[in-house]
């Protein structure tokens, strides 16, 4: 008996849906399981390989082994201080466990560790919110509002096994936050990135628990996403409290992080997934409406480099080659040789552009294949370019 097309189609998508989220990538994204025959991705991402197989620690998990000697109510200038001394102290701890030495599981009902220490840190930015480098310094705690019109809450939009990521990254625990500290005038997340109240307001407990079910899920990774994670660092860092499950944890960010809050986010997170938007810092203020971006960003990419493993994405943007495209790939070669780095392709007019075009006539139309071969060419020759495998 033949099966109409019709219900063929409906035949798949239900055993589709009976099947778990952890079996429907493998149909979706073979190329997942490929990649890692690449002897040069698991190289650069080695560590987050271990995390996968089970030979290596989460650095949150690890951050919750290491007890904080002073009390959390001390002046913030004495905790940065005490934090500083505990970074050093992590860095040395982690070699050491990766090593193969045993942890010291601390009793953190009784002692409070790095990891609370940069929960309390993370508060007291939030009463002079600096978690970007806009530095609005409102007290967000009392939900005085800065540029991203974030109070202390944070909402959450969307949270899935995402299988659009790159390849080592499927699936991916995507968490969609509301909210964002650019102004990107071709933003594709225009509904969540100028909408802080996009979604749905989320505890640092309840995104742990969004968090944990994405791993249980089969996630191989979390992915802290929006809009953009930085106005939401305090909730984030909190939620890692509740979290138990060794599981990487990704920043997927403009990184246009303060130095404090990129402190407090290198001791936890394992890799790092920054854009990398412009060459310059005109571009950057006309289309994102951004001032010190180079500046700002090429230092914390550096810092991301120095802490974790990191897959930079580059948007390649019509007519902006020379001023962005090749001086991006020339300083990531020089400065981050051993990153990943994927040029992408899916540029397309929106959000202001596609509503007024004769604004931006430079970005007002789709990227030309040619533009995204030169770039991809570019960053092979220099060899830092990465892409998966189709």
């Known amino acids: 008996m033949t099966v109409p097309r019709r219900e063929l189609l409906f035949i798949v998508l239900l055993t589709l849906r009976e099947n778990t989220l952890n079996d429907m990538w493998r149909f979706l994204r073979s190329d997942a399981s490929a990649v890692w025959q690449d002897s040069e991705v698991v190289r650069r991402l080695n560590r987050y390989r271990g995390i996968i197989d089970g030979t290596r620690w989460a650095k949150y998990l690890l951050a919750k082994d290491i007890a904080c000697p002073s009390a959390l109510d001390e002046s913030t200038d004495r905790l940065w201080s005490v934090h500083a001394d505990l970074s050093n102290e992590f860095t040395d701890y982690v070699t050491h466990v990766d090593e193969g030495g045993e942890r010291r599981r601390l009793d953190c009902e009784t002692t409070s560790s790095f990891l609370d220490l940069k929960v309390e840190l993370a508060n007291r930015i939030l009463q002079s919110c600096h978690f970007c480098e806009?530095?609005?310094?409102?007290?967000?705690?009392?939900?005085?509002?800065?540029?991203?019109?974030l109070g202390s809450e944070s909402r959450v939009s969307s949270a899935f096994l995402h299988v659009g990521e790159e390849a080592p990254l499927v699936p991916s625990g995507t968490i969609f936050f509301s909210s964002c500290c650019f102004g990107c005038v071709f933003c594709q997340n225009d509904?969540?990135?100028?909408?802080?109240?996009?979604?749905?307001v989320v505890a640092p407990e309840d995104l742990a628990k969004i968090a944990e079910s994405l791993a249980s899920d089969g996630a191989l990774n979390i992915n802290y996403v929006g809009g953009d994670p930085i106005p939401n660092t305090h909730t984030i860092i909190a939620s890692l409290v509740h979290q138990t499950r060794n599981v990487t944890q990704l920043w997927n960010s403009n990184l246009y992080c303060s130095m404090d809050t990129m402190r407090l986010l290198m001791d936890v997170f394992d890799v790092?997934?920054?854009?990398?938007?412009?060459?310059?810092?005109?571009?950057?203020?006309?289309?994102?409406?951004?001032?010190?971006?180079?500046?700002?960003?090429?230092?914390?990419?550096?810092?991301?480099?120095?802490?974790?493993?990191?897959?930079?994405r580059h948007l390649v943007m019509p007519n902006h080659l020379e001023c962005c495209t090749y001086p991006i790939l020339d300083?990531?070669?020089?400065?981050?040789?051993?990153?990943?780095?994927?040029?992408?392709?899916?540029?397309?007019?929106?959000?202001?552009?596609?509503?007024?075009?004769q604004d931006y006539p430079d970005i007002a139309r789709h990227v030309h294949r040619g533009e995204v071969q030169a770039a991809q060419e570019y960053a092979?020759?220099?060899?830092?370019c990465w892409r998966p495998v189709s």
């Open 134 to 149: 806009r530095n609005c310094m409102v007290d967000r705690s009392r939900d005085e509002n800065g540029w991203c019109r």
């Open 191 to 200: 509904d969540i990135s100028t909408n802080s109240y996009a979604g749905e």
């Open 272 to 312: 790092w997934l920054p854009d990398f938007k412009y060459g310059n810092d005109d571009c950057a203020l006309r289309l994102s409406g951004v001032p010190r971006y180079f500046e700002v960003v090429s230092r914390n990419h550096l810092l991301a480099y120095k802490s974790g493993e990191v897959i930079i």
């Open 331 to 357: 300083w990531v070669a020089e400065n981050m040789p051993d990153c990943l780095v994927n040029i992408m392709g899916q540029y397309r007019p929106e959000h202001k552009v596609r509503r007024s075009p």
């Open 380 to 384: 092979t020759d220099l060899g830092i």
